[in-house]
Each structure stands twice: as C-alpha cells, then as structure tokens.
C-alpha cells in the first residue's frame, strides 16, 4: 500500500511568488491534514479535512494560505504571496482513525 | 537540513544499549499520544500510541510509558541499534476535541557503534 506523498520534495522561490504544493493521502482515508516545521521552530498543525470539507483551520497563519481538497481525495495548499517567513517543511498526514501517517514533506525555501 | 536552527537535545547511546527518550505534555485532557520516528529527509514515521487509559504499551523493541499524573511520556528502545538514529518527537491529541496533534520539540537519538 502507497503511504501519504507530497510534491513537490523541494521548492524555492522568490519572495512574492505563488506556490502551490500537493499531498495524496492513503487511499481510502477520509482525514487529511497538513502541518508545518518553520525553521528553530516545533512542527505545527495548519488545518484538517474530513473528506472535501474542512474540519479545522485554526492553524493557518494568515490569509495568504489557501488549502482545498477537491472530491474528498489529493489537497493543495497554496502560498499566495510567499514571504520570507513562510520558508520550512510542509508535511501532510492522513489518517481513517487516530493515527496519522505523515508523507516525506516539502521543504520550502523563500528567498 | 531541516534541524538547522533548531537545538535539540542529544541522546548518545552504545549500540546494543538501551534507550530511553524523555517528553512532558502540556495539556491535561489529551487522551492520546504517539511517538514518531524522523530520519534525515524524511517525514515523521509513527512508532507506538498509546491512550490515556493505559500507563503502558510494548511493541517490537518499544515500549512507550505514560504517567498521567506528572503529565509525562517515555520510549524505551530495547538493544539500539544504528538504524535507529534518528529525531523522536512526542505527540499528544485530544481525539473528541479536533484531531490535531501538538508535537513536541523532538529528541535526536544517535547510536555509536
């Protein structure tokens, strides 16, 4: 069985670029959440979907990130303008119950 | 990597010793809690979970303890072994209340031969 992958591995961009990055979750599982290691920092959670809906947000930082999870399967969360500070690991997780399975991340550089 | 800038607290260990990785939870009503394993360019890998209603969990050469009442989580890894150098981080989650899951600050286990 396929685990949680995420694309793309790696990502640098200037700042005020746009990014957008994917994760496809275990087939089959219904919760879907991304997180964030932002560097000297612990990992933090972003938001969490059931299916296409969002359960969650209370982690996202501000309005210039954007996830959807169109159809209940891949998601997408969007940095729309990158800042410097934005610069870290994107992980995604899912999950049917409790335990989460995490993909390999992106690492995001803003420069 | 992705730890630069980030001060870790080191466990040192012989190979074939064994380990104990240390974590103090913060949130009192947290009824679950997961041990992950990071390598170096990889994603948190789960380990062991445990819930609130347990104080202890055996698995292959794990073992996770957990004391509710200093709020304080462990992981015991029986015979190290080098493959298991890597970052440990703790995770706690109040299932009923949002599946979010508070990490800690992480442990890097290195094992010499």
């Known amino acids: 069985e396929a685990g949680v992958t995420q694309f793309p591995s790696h990502s640098v961009i200037e700042k005020g670029q746009t990014v957008t990055l994917r994760c496809d979750p275990i087939?089959?599982?219904?919760?879907l959440y991304w997180y964030r290691r932002v560097m000297g920092k612990e990992i933090k959670f972003l938001l969490h979907?059931?299916?296409?809906?969002?359960?969650?947000e209370s982690g996202m930082p501000n309005n210039r990130f954007l996830a959807e999870r169109t159809g209940g399967t891949y998601s997408t969360l969007k940095v729309q303008p990158a800042e410097l500070e934005d610069s870290g690991v994107y992980f995604c997780?899912?999950?049917?119950?409790?335990?989460?399975?995490f993909g390999p991340g992106t690492r995001l550089l803003v420069l | 990597g992705e730890s630069v800038g980030l001060h870790l607290p080191t466990l040192s260990v012989q190979e074939g010793d064994n380990s104990i990785i240390n974590c103090a939870y913060s949130?009192?009503?947290?009824?679950?809690f997961i041990w992950y394993k990071q390598e170096s360019g990889k994603g948190p890998q789960f380990i062991i979970d445990?819930?609130?209603?347990?104080d202890k969990r055996q698995g292959q050469r794990v073992t996770v303890l957990l004391n509710k009442t200093v709020k304080h989580l462990s992981l015991q890894i029986a015979a190290t072994q080098p493959g298991d150098s890597a970052v440990y981080f703790c995770a706690e989650n109040q299932y009923n209340a949002g599946n979010m899951l508070t990490f800690g600050g992480g442990t890097r286990l290195m094992v010499k031969p």
């Open positions: 979907f059931v299916k296409e809906s969002k359960q969650d």
């Open positions: 087939s089959g599982h219904d919760n």
């Open positions: 997780a899912s999950s049917q119950l409790e335990t989460q399975y």
């Open positions: 445990i819930r609130s209603n347990m």
């Open positions: 949130n009192s009503a947290s009824d679950y």
